[in-house]
């Protein structure tokens, strides 16, 4: 369907086919196929995934993605208590969840936290999590090949360094990484429900322990926030489930990210021969990957508004696509093609507007160490089996290899 149809039908009275979405487990970093379809329909299409009710917008052009969530009138608070066509079977939001807020809330909220997750914030952090990181890799050496690099790094790794950034104690942190998986796994259901009432349960006490801290770690800038009454509990114990679970996600990134790398040896190479252009790679392939099954959280319109002719009315449902926005030929030529050095690259991996995502520094940061500490400390690792043997997670939200077997 294109543009000029989608202007037409809106004037006409009518709207495009609401096309289903299932939640495919798609393997290696293949696009998903019915995404490609509603792209080349056209910039405002509608959907039906897998679970609630009804239908919902679909928006993937860069220029109007970056417009929805900048837009006061696509209200996530809106999303409570409706029953929004969906992936997950599941949908029991917090009212005062970070991501179900609008700001000025939402930004009163994230602001408590701030101080941790600047580029200056980060920095904090970036000595301790090479430590960890290099000891990762040792253990890795120490062992020899051939290893699961999920297991022995790229999921121990993110889950030592955003628990050393919230301030969760090492004694709990295994605990913490298993709540995550359940949470993430789309297939779990009720068991991914009970998962984060069970993570909020620890978060809440751990919050109140640290009402008199002087820390720098998010829950002790939460847990002082709250005894001054600047927050509720509630809502800071839904930042923090966001950013547990929003850290734990660079393990599916960075698998898919190495999966790109080793099954393109050449990638790899071009990389260790020249550590200045990293920086440049990690955003080619960050705007690259495919993060995620699907969409992720929906909007509701306030208001009627127009998209690209289409009248979206208010009451309706509207998802976007960064996946999709990334892809727009307007703004990144080839956009199929992994060009490491591509430039400009304003890439959406880490979304746009006020639910930027708040970890996305520190996701940045992890990607960087981990590019670095992999290529240099093992110049000659490879895949230890044809990529297309390489195991994919299966019912999640966050895509990324189950294992990623390797040798060197």
């Given at each position: 369907?294109?543009?000029?149809?989608?202007?037409?039908?809106?004037?006409t009275?009518?709207?495009?086919p609401?096309?289903?979405?299932?939640?495919?487990?798609?393997?290696?970093?293949?696009?998903?196929?019915?995404?490609?379809?509603?792209?080349?329909?056209?910039?405002?299409?509608?959907?039906?995934?897998?679970?609630g009710e009804?239908?919902?917008?679909?928006?993937?052009?860069?220029?109007?993605?970056?417009?929805?969530?900048?837009?006061?009138?696509?209200?996530?608070?809106?999303?409570?208590?409706?029953?929004?066509?969906?992936?997950?079977?599941?949908?029991?939001?917090?009212?005062?969840?970070?991501?179900f807020?609008?700001?000025?809330?939402?930004?009163?909220l994230?602001?408590?936290v701030?101080p941790?997750?600047?580029?200056?914030?980060?920095?904090?952090?970036?000595?301790?999590?090479?430590?960890?990181?290099?000891?990762?890799?040792?253990?890795?050496?120490?062992?020899?090949?051939?290893?699961?690099?999920?297991?022995?790094?790229?999921?121990?790794?993110?889950?030592?360094?955003?628990?050393?950034?919230?301030?969760?104690?090492?004694?709990?942190?295994?605990g913490?990484?298993?709540?995550?998986?359940?949470i993430?796994?789309s297939?779990?259901?009720?068991?991914?429900?009970?998962?984060?009432?069970?993570?909020?349960t620890?978060?809440?006490?751990?919050?109140?322990?640290r009402?008199?801290?002087a820390?720098?770690?998010?829950?002790?800038?939460?847990?002082?926030?709250?005894?001054?009454?600047?927050?509720?509990?509630?809502?800071?114990?839904?930042?923090?489930?966001?950013l547990?679970?929003?850290?734990?996600a660079?393990?599916g990134?960075?698998?898919?990210?190495?999966?790109?790398?080793l099954?393109?040896?050449?990638?790899?190479?071009?990389?260790?021969?020249?550590?200045?252009?990293?920086p440049?790679a990690?955003?080619?392939?960050?705007r690259?990957?495919?993060?995620?099954?699907?969409?992720?959280l929906?909007?509701?319109?306030l208001?009627?508004?127009?998209?690209?002719?289409?009248?979206?009315?208010?009451?309706?449902a509207?998802?976007?696509?960064?996946?999709?926005?990334?892809?727009?030929?307007?703004?990144?030529?080839?956009?199929?093609?992994?060009?490491?050095?591509?430039?400009?690259n304003?890439?959406v991996?880490?979304g746009?507007g006020?639910?930027y995502?708040?970890?996305?520094?520190?996701a940045?940061?992890?990607?960087?160490?981990l590019?670095?500490?992999?290529?240099?400390?093992?110049?000659?690792?490879?895949?230890?089996?044809?990529?297309?043997?390489?195991?994919?997670?299966?019912?999640?939200?966050?895509?990324?290899?189950?294992?990623?077997p390797?040798?060197?």
């Amino acid at each position: 369907m294109t543009e000029e149809t989608l202007v037409e039908e809106a004037r006409t009275g009518t709207a495009p086919p609401v096309r289903h979405w299932p939640a495919f487990d798609l393997t290696g970093v293949a696009f998903d196929p019915v995404l490609s379809e509603l792209m080349e329909q056209g910039p405002v299409t509608r959907i039906e995934l897998p679970n609630g009710e009804g239908w919902a917008w679909l928006v993937t052009r860069m220029d109007d993605v970056r417009t929805v969530t900048n837009d006061p009138r696509f209200s996530r608070e809106a999303v409570i208590d409706r029953q929004i066509t969906r992936l997950a079977p599941h949908f029991i939001p917090a009212r005062d969840a970070v991501g179900f807020l609008d700001p000025p809330d939402h930004t009163r909220l994230r602001r408590t936290v701030a101080p941790a997750l600047t580029a200056h914030g980060v920095e904090r952090v970036r000595d301790s999590a090479r430590r960890m990181l290099d000891e990762l890799v040792d253990d890795l050496l120490a062992n020899g090949p051939p290893a699961d690099l999920t297991a022995e790094v790229l999921s121990p790794f993110p889950v030592a360094v955003i628990c050393e950034l919230m301030g969760v104690p090492v004694a709990d942190r295994q605990g913490m990484h298993a709540w995550t998986r359940q949470i993430l796994a789309s297939a779990h259901g009720a068991a991914g429900e009970q998962a984060r009432e069970e993570m909020g349960t620890y978060f809440a006490e751990l919050l109140d322990a640290r009402a008199d801290s002087a820390g720098e770690d998010i829950a002790s800038l939460l847990g002082t926030a709250v005894a001054r009454r600047e927050i509720a509990l509630a809502q800071a114990v839904g930042l923090a489930i966001l950013l547990q679970i929003g850290g734990e996600a660079v393990t599916g990134n960075s698998g898919q990210m190495f999966y790109v790398l080793l099954s393109r040896p050449e990638l790899a190479d071009r990389l260790r021969a020249d550590r200045r252009s990293r920086p440049r790679a990690i955003d080619e392939l960050l705007r690259c990957i495919p993060h995620r099954n699907t969409v992720g959280l929906s909007r509701i319109a306030l208001e009627d508004v127009e998209i690209k002719g289409v009248r979206i009315r208010a009451g309706d449902a509207v998802y976007l696509s960064y996946l999709a926005a990334n892809r727009d030929p307007d703004v990144f030529p080839d956009p199929g093609t992994t060009d490491l050095t591509r430039s400009p690259n304003p890439h959406v991996a880490f979304g746009f507007g006020p639910h930027y995502c708040p970890g996305g520094q520190l996701a940045r940061l992890e990607s960087e160490l981990l590019v670095d500490a992999l290529l240099d400390r093992l110049p000659n690792l490879r895949l230890a089996v044809p990529p297309e043997q390489v195991p994919f997670r299966k019912g999640v939200l966050i895509r990324g290899p189950e294992t990623l077997p390797v040798t060197w």
